[in-house]
């Protein structure tokens, strides 16, 4: 008997040892002249997040601005504020079903299947997602047209909080919105030209919040 509670005794510290290593998640903060939106980053996709904190830090994305925006889709930056569109290399995907392009979600941009076939993500590019509502019938479209297939909860979801289904499956989504999202809707309703650049730049500056 009190080996048997040894052993138990043994596998309790364990776990508590285990959650007390276990990473917490980390948040960020986009400042921008509407206002803040807080994001979570996930730790499953962890090269893509430890490369958005390094950059967060160095502030490469301070002072730089959302310089492609698309209302009812997403917002899109990663430019540094000189203009530098990527800081040279890219990243593997980390594209994981747990994670799809609900409203506010965080994702890498990345160029075209045709020219990279491991959907490779831009070093820096990123886009938060705001989407629209969408209907069972556009979803059974989707999965039609890509072979994704969406879960009870994702469907749930894309019909009463909106996002961008069509997506899914083709880029890395690293994060999501926690607050702010009628920030993200103010910056997705600015006045664009024809490539989709807002006519009166939206800067950002990024801050790693402590855990």
Known sequence: MKYLFFIVGLLMCSSVSAQKREKPETLVVIHTRFGDMMAVLYNDTPKTTANFIKLVKKGWYNGS??????????????????????????????????????????????????????????????????????????LDAVSARTGHVFTKEEREVYKTIGGAPHLDGGYTVFGELLSGFDVLDKIASVKTDAHDKPLVPVTMTIKVLDN
């Open 65 to 138: 601005t959302f310089h492609r925006v698309i209302k009812n889709f997403m917002i899109q930056g990663g430019s540094n504020k000189d203009g530098r569109s990527d800081p040279g290399y890219t990243l593997p995907a980390e594209i994981r079903p747990n994670h799809f392009h609900k409203k506010g979600a965080l994702a890498m941009a990345r160029e075209g299947d045709d020219v990279n076939p491991e959907k490779r993500s831009d070093g820096s590019q990123f886009y938060i997602v705001q989407g629209k509502v969408v209907t069972d019938q556009y």
